[in-house]
């Protein structure tokens, strides 16, 4: 007997209460074993304090923008595992050449499940702080569950041109001459 899981299948019977419990609970149960996985991951992987993370040569994430403005870096990352694997994307700290350290505040997904040989396009929204030098300010992407080494990036905070003022050429008067007579002195 074959049982398949369509609308059409009459839900009033006593079979159909019973899948659509283990559904909702397999489903229950996913969620907060991810939800379980994503804290024990925060806990004990690359971010805890000691850790040197090298960057992988020849990989930069670069973006530039003007103080206020908002920048977005992407990438697309590849499971080339034969399991499911949670991806947690971080930035580090970003500091200037002459020591200024900037901590983002990051918009980008949580968390993702990637099955395996699935890709997906990470993309982080960045805004820059209104007080932020100018400069290239470089930190670390860590992807946490994917990889071990960390990705450069590179922002470059320039700040907004403003179109110079056109100036009009100034009126000289004309100068007196040298050699003027004084009142009263004798020719």
């Known amino acids: 007997m074959r049982v398949g899981n369509d609308p059409e299948w009459d839900s009033k019977s006593p079979m159909a209460g019973l899948l659509k419990l283990q559904t909702e609970f397999y489903t229950r149960l996913t969620e907060e074993?991810?939800?379980?996985?994503r804290h024990i991951q925060a806990a004990s992987l690359p971010s805890?304090?000691?850790?040197?993370?090298l960057p992988r040569q020849g990989l930069q994430l670069e973006a530039s923008g003007a103080p206020g403005e908002t920048v977005e870096i992407q990438l697309e990352i590849e499971n080339r595992q034969r399991v499911h694997c949670v991806v947690t994307p971080m930035l580090s700290p970003f500091v200037h050449a002459s020591?200024?350290?900037?901590?983002?505040?990051?918009?980008?997904?949580?968390?993702?499940?990637?099955?395996?040989?699935?890709?997906?396009?990470?993309?982080?929204?960045?805004?820059?702080?209104?007080?932020?030098?100018?400069?290239?300010?470089?930190?670390?992407?860590?992807?946490?569950?994917?990889?071990?080494?960390?990705?450069?990036?590179?922002?470059?905070?320039?700040?907004?041109?403003?179109?110079?003022?056109?100036?009009s050429p100034a009126v000289r008067k004309p100068r007196a001459p040298k050699h003027t007579r004084r009142k009263g002195a004798k020719p």
């Open 48 to 53: 805890t304090p000691g850790t040197v993370l």
């Open 33 to 37: 074993t991810l939800k379980y996985l």
């Open 99 to 167: 020591g200024a350290t900037w901590f983002p505040s990051v918009v980008h997904q949580a968390s993702l499940l990637l099955a395996p040989e699935q890709i997906v396009t990470i993309k982080m929204q960045i805004p820059l702080p209104s007080g932020i030098p100018d400069g290239v300010f470089r930190g670390a992407l860590l992807l946490q569950g994917f990889r071990e080494n960390a990705i450069l990036v590179a922002i470059t905070v320039a700040l907004p041109t403003t179109p110079a003022t056109a100036k």
